[in-house]
């Protein structure tokens, strides 16, 4: 198996440090509003990922986090905390918003058939942790302190620009980060920030003699630490992690804990809408709901999603969108012709396995569907690879209920007797329930509108 590693800028060979225990590491949502279809995007790539390894036998230990306090608006340290954001809108309390969209998160998380993490951790369960790694920061050096917080002195770091190739001498402040004139060097980063006179923060814990809250990097560091240990096998997330979020987390771990933090990162790249990265903040998104509310099932756009490679950008519109609704309903009939006639299977399970397994090659591995015939076990296969028909037995999802072949075994009868009035009506209740009869010499066959 193979997969793009940030730390080495190529595709490398997958060498996991103990096949039964992969640890894999997912940077999880912000819940202060509902997940757009953009956040979406690296969730259905990294259940892709963590189904590859399962396929080539791996033993995958996948923690997910929940972001639920410390996350600024400029994404730094700076700006207001997204939560509190969240709380004003509506008028909650900051607990009720994590608590509401946490919940509406993992509800959109489900009806895409995404495998449930081994470990799903909220931020806010490990503040004694992160105050923790603090104190083992400032211990060895590494941090200093100014009027809104504890930051650390990134210029002590000395590998810190290697990950996202960063030119400290001509950083601009005010372009990556926020600028604080307080700071020692641009590149710093608060691990702990005071609760400033005046300012309103809700979630804050008593720490250092005042009240104050984890730096947004610091949560990652803490639960990878505390659930995963020592050095993990993978870290992913979006490209937008790369220059700030993950460097700044590779900073804290292997400066507290003195091992690499992880031996391969892998991050997706965005999605567009109208050639424009979509943003809730300028308005142009669409969320799992909105996607239903136009006859689009949450699987048609995770097929969407798989039908373009993880490392591309994307653009996203509803023509393409119906196409790879079309796509799935191509193959949910060729599924549904398993149950009714004998196929001669072309497909290699091992070719397809191969294809995923280069760099997860999802495109390629869609277009060999295409080009092959596949029996109802090779289906299961390609289930267990993108889950776009159901979380066990496609037979759930894809074959007819009782009830409904018994209507076409009605129907059938009624043609033998020549009642095609009977026939015409029974074939028009079918359709109403979204099946369509095509009748041939061998008898009828049915499928889905």
């Not at 050639?275 to 308005?283: D, P």
């Not at 129907?411 to 015409?424: G, L, V």
């Amino acid at each position: 198996m193979k997969i793009y590693n940030q730390l080495t800028k190529k595709k490398e060979v997958f060498k996991p440090i103990n096949p039964k225990n992969v640890k894999v590491y997912t940077c999880g949502p912000t819940v202060y509003s509902y997940a757009h279809i953009g956040n979406f995007f690296s969730y259905i790539y990294w259940d892709l990922l963590v189904r590859t390894l399962k396929l080539n036998g791996y033993e995958v230990n996948r923690v997910l986090n929940i972001t639920d306090v410390g996350h600024l608006a400029s994404d730094a340290d700076d700006g207001e905390d997204k939560l509190e954001k969240g709380a004003k809108r509506e008028g909650k309390t900051v607990y009720e918003i994590a608590d509401f969209y946490t919940q509406a998160f993992l509800d959109d998380y489900r009806r895409l058939k995404l495998l449930e993490p081994d470990h799903l951790a909220r931020a806010t369960h490990f503040i004694a942790q992160d105050m923790d790694l603090v104190d083992l920061l400032i211990e060895k050096g590494y941090t200093y302190e100014i009027s809104d917080g504890i930051y650390y002195d990134t210029s002590l770091f000395k590998s810190y620009p290697d990950f996202a190739k960063l030119d400290l001498e001509n950083l601009k402040e005010g372009a990556r980060v926020a600028k604080n004139t307080e700071k020692k060097n641009p590149s710093d980063f608060a691990v702990w920030k005071f609760v400033r006179e005046g300012e309103d923060h809700a979630m804050n814990w008593d720490f250092l003699g005042r009240p104050g809250y984890p730096g947004w990097h610091l949560e990652c560091a803490t639960i990878v630490h505390e659930l995963l240990g020592g050095t993990i096998d993978i870290h992913t997330g979006g490209i937008d992690h790369i220059p700030v979020h993950h460097t700044n987390e590779i900073a804290e771990y292997e400066a507290a804990y003195g091992v690499k933090m992880c031996n391969y990162w892998t991050h997706c790249n965005h999605v567009m809408i109208d050639n424009q990265k979509i943003s809730k903040s300028l308005g142009n998104t669409y969320t799992l709901e909105d996607l239903i509310e136009k006859c689009y099932e949450p699987l048609d756009f995770k097929l969407w999603v798989l039908q373009g490679h993880y490392q591309g950008t994307r653009n996203f519109n509803f023509e393409d969108l119906t196409a790879a609704k079309n796509r799935r309903l191509s193959w949910k009939n060729r599924i549904a012709l398993t149950f009714q006639q004998d196929i001669k299977s072309t497909f290699s399970r091992e070719k397809f396995l191969e294809l995923l397994s280069d760099n997860l090659g999802s495109p390629e591995a869609c277009a060999y569907i295409d080009a092959c015939d596949l029996d109802y076990g090779d289906w299961d296969y390609v289930n267990q690879a993108f889950g776009i028909f159901g979380e066990n037995q496609i037979e759930e999802v894809v074959d007819l209920t009782p009830e409904e072949k018994g209507i076409i075994e009605e129907r059938e009868a009624a043609r033998k007797n020549k009642d095609y009035e009977a026939s015409d009506k029974l074939r028009s209740d079918l359709e109403k329930n979204g099946i369509t009869i095509k009748d041939t010499s061998s008898g009828p066959i049915w499928q889905y509108l």
